[in-house]
């Protein structure tokens, strides 16, 4: 989820809408998860590999056993030794290199929405082709790949408009099998991207919540010569304002209460840092009353009610405010300074067709601050467990990157 800089760990358990796919667990409205707590969802396990025929099989020399970061109770991953699943019908096995933690893996994880012990989040990865399930052309082992987005319908109106988070079957799509903090980890042959040559696996594994910021920023309809305020400067929202200043859109104006975030926004190139007790918000009665420093744009990052709410009161008159990050308490809305202003509130999620191309494209940019919105030294899975207290707390800014073959112990 976006925003973690403003994580709480008091939210209740909570049940996730039906459907959800894998693809979407990082950002759904409610910690998405329909995940399966079976260590291995691979239907050809045991099945002879001559058994298999078709294209592309290509099973041997893998190992019989892989570590996973198994999800236990709130706050509680441990690391297991699992079965490495067997790839089926169009499934690709990748072996994991990196794998980022999501603001939502801390609400899954860490706030217990994962409801379910025994399941292995993770889905922000990279890693190389290992195995090829029957029928999978297009791919050889060894290849760098991305893990892309959730295959959808691809017949309803929403996914022929290029939306496929919007697809309109998506509750008969369901993904079960387990995420990426694992050694192994299971894909649709038609959901992997290619990895570009000119990006390290650290590097693009920031190509799903740079999808994501992006998609929030053209949600948002912000254009170049616009003013715009990003609230939380957790990973979406620094991924954002990254973005909009490699758009040369703004002055951005970050609003974020950790220290160490209210740093990186600055490194990033954010124009003003404030704190969000410096907002002005205002009562009923004074639903024309505009902030000074009011912007044609925000976009809210951190998924709390209260900074949707000043959000809101930051709004010019004609402004936007998109919801990008996603929590579990409903804000209000002052409905005269919404009809009187002619505001316009969007929700943002995910992303739509062409998401990660044009992620890869902008993290492929040279000058795109990668290094800043990572941080340094790689995670392993026994350091899950710490480093989402961390991202929780805001003690750690940037991406959190794990790799499951790394030496076990934290960092
Ligand atoms: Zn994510
Ligand atoms: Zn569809």
């Known amino acids: 989820m976006p925003g973690t800089s403003t994580t709480t ?132 082992t060894g290849d760098p790949v991305v893990g892309g987005p959730s295959p959808r319908c691809g017949r309803c ?41 000119q990006l390290t696996s650290r590097q693009a594994a920031l190509a799903e919540p740079l999808a994501v910021a992006l998609h929030g920023i053209t949600r948002s309809g912000v254009a170049p010569g616009d003013s715009v305020m990003v609230v939380g400067a957790g990973p979406i929202g620094a991924l954002s304002i990254a973005a909009l200043v490699a758009r040369g859109i703004g002055p951005v104006v970050a609003v974020e209460p950790g220290g160490r975030r209210q740093q990186l ?33 925000v976009l809210e990052c951190s998924g709390r009610k209260s900074a949707m709410e000043a959000g809101f009161n930051q709004l010019r008159r004609g402004g936007t405010l998109a919801l990008v990050g996603a929590g579990v308490d409903q804000p209000s809305f002052d409905p005269n300074r919404f009809i009187l202003n002619e505001l316009s509130v969007v929700g943002s999620f995910v992303y739509d067709d062409g998401g990660f191309g044009d992620a890869l494209a902008l993290l492929a940019d040279p000058s795109f601050p990668t290094d800043l919105l990572i941080e340094a030294g790689d995670v392993a899975l026994e350091g899950i467990s710490e480093a989402l207290v961390g991202l929780a707390e805001g003690r750690l800014a940037g991406k959190v990157m794990v790799a499951p073959r790394r030496a076990g112990g934290p960092r």
Not at 68 to 91: D, F, K, M, N, W
């Open 157 to 197: 109106r929403r996914c022929l408009e290029g939306k496929p988070s919007q697809c309109e079957q998506q509750g008969s799509i369901v993904d079960n099998s387990d995420g990426a903090f694992a050694g192994f980890v299971l894909a649709r042959a038609a959901s992997l991207v290619p990895r570009p040559p």
């Open 265 to 297: 926004a600055r490194d990033l190139g954010a124009a003003e840092v404030l704190h969000p007790d410096d907002l002005q918000t205002f009562p009923a009665w004074e639903p024309e009353r505009m902030a000074e420093g009011a912007v044609h744009v």
């Open 9 to 140: 760990t008091s939210a209740p358990p909570r049940s996730v809408p039906p459907g959800v796919a894998k693809g979407d667990r990082r950002d759904a409205p409610e910690g998405g998860s329909t995940y399966s707590d079976a260590g291995c969802s691979a239907p050809t396990d045991g099945v002879p590999e001559r058994a298999l025929g078709g294209r592309g099989v290509v099973l041997s020399g893998l190992p019989d056993t892989m570590p996973a970061a198994v999800y236990r109770r709130p706050g509680v991953v441990e690391v297991e030794q699992r079965p490495v699943p067997r790839p089926g019908p169009g499934e690709v096995l990748v072996e994991v290199d990196h794998c980022g933690i999501c603001g939502s893996d801390v609400h899954l994880l860490l706030d217990g929405w994962a409801g379910r012990p025994g399941l292995v989040a993770g889905h922000e990865y990279t890693g190389s082709v290992a195995a090829l399930g029957p029928g999978v052309d297009g791919w050889t």
